[in-house]
């Protein structure tokens, strides 16, 4: 399946919620949470009938980029984005240290060493495959029953396990010395990561194995899952859709999060026996996860194995557009 192909689902003529994905370029200084009100905002502001909304996993207000917002049905699918691999653009600033390990926060350490851009080249080996990281104090994780921000911001001694995450990717994008040769300033990196990494922590490591230490000055995300930031659309785009009751010309269908995921075609029986959570016997296909689909009507996410197919995710989608 092709995500990066825009669908036109219907229009909620006769109150039809919409389905599908919206793409945004979240600004920095704006959490997930307020994208998603900006989505539902545009949807009242565009009369649209009331539809479940969610984002497909958490970013930073200090970090912009792509935030994946799913719409009616489609919210059944925000879940797996949450294990999806993200790709990010960051930079990195050496010699100073803040406790946010972001730009926003306090210093706590500095260091008047600089490193060559070879050694930051060499190292780059070192956090690359299966690494063990500690995630910031300032993070939405939870100590005993409270976020450890919290903790932080009040004060508060944080001491958080190191975790396994995995890098698939970590390249050089960009150095910047005070001098043409010299030690390196600032580096920007593009990674590729698994879920649960933290790119303040990988920061942080890579500065402290170069003998310096470090915080980010620019963090965006460029790919969350399938979607990627030529498919994403700014708040200002969005509204003026809104206005113009067009925001069904900016989703991106169901299925567009599910891009790694084969179909299975269905005829009128089978699609209401799935619809019932019956179970379909005899099927030909090799074992694995299938996207039922009746026509190009999404029915269900269904797991095969040994020929048995069973519904994991039905949806409720209209067989013919009202």
Avoid at 63 to 76: D, H, N, R, S
């Amino acid at each position: 399946m092709n995500a990066s192909s825009r669908s036109t689902p219907e229009k909620p003529r006769s109150g039809r919620p919409l389905s599908g994905w919206l793409v945004l370029d979240k600004p920095p200084g704006l959490g997930s949470t307020q994208g998603v009100s900006a989505v539902k905002r545009a949807l009242r502001q565009g009369g649209y009938a009331k539809t479940k909304v969610g984002h497909g996993g958490t970013l930073d207000p200090l970090a912009e980029g792509v935030l994946p917002v799913a719409l009616g049905e489609a919210t059944k699918l925000a879940g797996r984005m949450l294990d999806a691999r993200k790709i990010y653009r960051f930079t990195l600033r050496f010699g100073v240290e803040t406790d946010t390990l972001d730009a926003e926060g306090a210093v706590i350490a500095t260091s008047d060493r600089r490193p060559a851009l070879a050694e930051v080249e060499a190292v780059l080996a070192r956090f690359t495959g299966v690494i063990a990281q500690v995630p910031p104090a300032y993070s939405a994780l939870k100590v005993d029953g409270q976020r450890a921000y919290d903790l932080a911001r009040a004060g508060k001694a944080v001491a958080l396990a190191a975790r396994e995450v995995t890098i698939d990717r970590l390249a050089i994008c960009r150095a910047e010395a005070a001098m043409p040769g010299g030690p390196i300033d600032h580096v920007t990196l593009e990674a590729e990561v698994s879920k649960g990494t933290y790119i303040r922590s990988l920061v942080r490591d890579i500065a402290q194995a170069l003998g310096t230490c470090g915080h980010v000055t620019f963090l965006r995300r460029i790919k969350a899952g399938p979607f990627t930031e030529s498919q994403s659309i700014s708040l200002d785009k969005l509204e003026e859709a809104a206005k113009g009751q067009r925001l069904e010309h900016l989703l991106l269908p169901l299925e567009a999060g599910l891009d790694d995921i084969p179909a299975l075609h269905l005829d009128q029986t089978g699609a209401q026996a799935v619809r019932q959570g019956r179970v379909l016997s005899g099927m030909p296909h090799p074992s694995g996860l299938y996207l039922a689909k009746l026509g190009t009507v999404p029915v269900a996410l269904m797991e095969i194995a040994d020929g048995t197919a069973r519904v994991v995710r039905g949806f409720n989608c209209p067989d013919v557009a009202e």
